[in-house]
């Protein structure tokens, strides 16, 4: 008879997740990770197939999450260019309240490794695309409500918008100051301006 797991996977999952963000991938230790999901290195192994596995893991997780937070301020009954400015508010305040000063963890793993491992590189990349898929579709809505020029390229224009918003959230993990957050939010939004 199979013994049952004693552990909830998608809890150490999140606490694995929630360790490398704090410190990053390579400061990150085995054993930092062991005592994060209450695993044993054998266990660790035998549930996410080891460190890299497990970073992958915790950025498809993070992916998951950001497209469920993306989605729900793009869905929101108002003309796009107040949904990206509340999404992109509700960041500011996060970065000035303190949680979100740890940055992006996308954003941080494509700092960190992106140039020195080619399986987080492509997984980085994979996340940012979907990223912009997602505001991409929501800028096409807006394009068709005549909130965007017919001109528009919205595909060009998600990107920029996913872009401002990793710059803003790496700022803001060195300067955490409102004014100069909103400044640089003030000028991503300009591009609905006609």
């Not at 199979?2 to 704090?22: I, V």
Request: glycine share 8%; proline share 3%; with cysteine.
């Amino acid at each position: 008879m199979a013994r049952p797991r004693e552990f909830e996977p998608d809890a150490a999952l999140e606490r694995a997740m929630q360790a490398f963000w704090a410190k990053g991938y390579k400061a990150t230790s085995l054993d930092d990770l062991c005592t994060a999901t209450g695993l044993s290195r054998s266990s660790l192994y035998a549930a996410f197939g080891g460190k890299r596995a497990l970073l992958h893991q915790s950025l498809a997780r993070y992916e998951e999450e950001a497209v469920t937070r993306i989605n729900a301020a793009l869905a929101k009954p108002l003309p796009i260019r107040e949904a990206i400015a509340g999404f992109v508010g509700e960041l500011i305040d996060r970065i000035v309240a303190g949680p979100g000063r740890a940055g992006c963890f996308i954003g941080n793993c494509a700092a960190e490794l992106s140039g020195q491992d080619r399986a987080t590189a492509a997984r980085v990349r994979q996340s940012l695309a979907r990223i912009e898929g997602i505001f991409c579709e929501a800028l096409a809505r807006a394009q068709s409500r005549g909130e965007i020029g017919a001109d528009a390229d919205v595909a060009s224009l998600a990107r920029f918008l996913v872009s401002g918003i990793q710059g803003l959230r790496l700022v803001g993990k060195a300067n955490p100051d409102r004014a100069a957050l909103t400044d640089i939010a003030a000028v991503m939004l300009r591009c609905f301006d006609s």
